[in-house]
């Protein structure tokens, strides 16, 4: 009682009129479909979580550039590695 | 951990860092079962339509669910989130009426002589009755930025935060809002004698 005699006009105003009109039924309603958005986001988080690095790799080769800690281990190996990298020289025509 | 009795004694803050540890729903499930009244009233208040008012409350919650993590706890969570429920609202009536001034920009003017004072009392003791036909009849602008001050308590600096205007500029709007539900509750209550 002494609460609701704390309360000013607007206060009071607000919860005789406008705030009981939102039923439980109404809560549960929304409160439903809050939680089955929550879950969608979750999902989409972990979705994004697990492919987000892959797709990154993907642009950066579609980019042209390479990503060394992946293809490191597929790229197939020199057939000499020990020699040292010389450009091959120009070939004229009739070389 | 006994999830009933553990929140009876938490604040609102404490049950925010949980749900933010845990991404436990139930938590959440708490902060909405608190508020969701609120915010629909508010809602409603504002839009004055029961459906668009379940809409935006669904809305809200999700706004607040996504941005949970920005809480700052530099102001009451009330606080904060009444700010996301107005700014919500202001959006939603801009959509609907394609406004723009919805604070009009007679905010940036000189008071008016004639524009007296009208003290907080008279507002807040108002009788519930001529407060409802008050508001009704006000702009939504005028409306939003009373139930601002004198149901949410929110300092000047909160509201100017919240509906991105000066301090001085939300004074004056305050100032005129006070001044024309005092000439409207005088207008109710001759009519009545």
């Known amino acids: 009682m002494a609460e609701e005699r704390n309360k000013n006009s607007f206060q009071r105003l607000m919860e005789e009129e406008y705030e009981c009109r939102f039923t439980l039924p109404q809560m549960m309603e929304v409160e439903r479909k809050l939680q089955r958005k929550e879950n969608t986001y979750r999902v989409a988080s972990d979705m994004l979580d697990l492919f987000f690095p892959k797709i990154i790799k993907t642009v950066i080769g579609m980019l042209g550039g390479e990503d060394r800690d992946e293809n490191e281990n597929d790229r197939p190996a020199p057939s000499d590695s020990s020699k040292p990298y010389k450009p091959s020289a120009p070939k004229g025509p009739g070389m | ?193």
């Open chain 2, 1 to 193: 951990m006994n999830l009933t009795s553990a929140n009876k004694e938490m604040s609102d803050a404490e049950i925010i860092r949980e749900y933010l540890k845990t991404q436990n729903s139930y938590y959440f499930s708490q902060l909405y079962r608190k508020y969701a009244g609120k915010v629909y009233g508010k809602c409603l208040s504002i839009l004055r339509n029961e459906d668009e008012a379940k809409d935006a409350v669904q809305d809200i919650f999700v706004k607040i669910m996504l941005n949970l993590v920005n809480f700052g706890e530099k102001s009451q969570f009330s606080t904060w989130i009444y700010s996301i429920t107005y700014n919500f609202c202001i959006d939603l009536i801009r959509k609907r009426k394609k406004e723009k001034t919805l604070f009009g920009d007679d905010m940036e003017r000189a008071p008016d002589v004639a524009e007296d004072d009208v003290p907080d009392e008279f507002m807040l003791e108002m009788d519930v009755k001529y407060l409802k036909r008050v508001l009704e009849d006000l702009s939504t602008g005028d409306r939003m930025i009373l139930l601002m001050k004198y149901q949410d308590d929110m300092s000047i600096k909160e509201i100017a935060d919240t509906i991105d205007k000066t301090e001085s500029a939300v004074k004056m709007k305050i100032k005129r809002a006070k001044y024309k539900a005092q000439e409207l509750f005088n207008t109710f209550s001759k009519r009545e004698q």
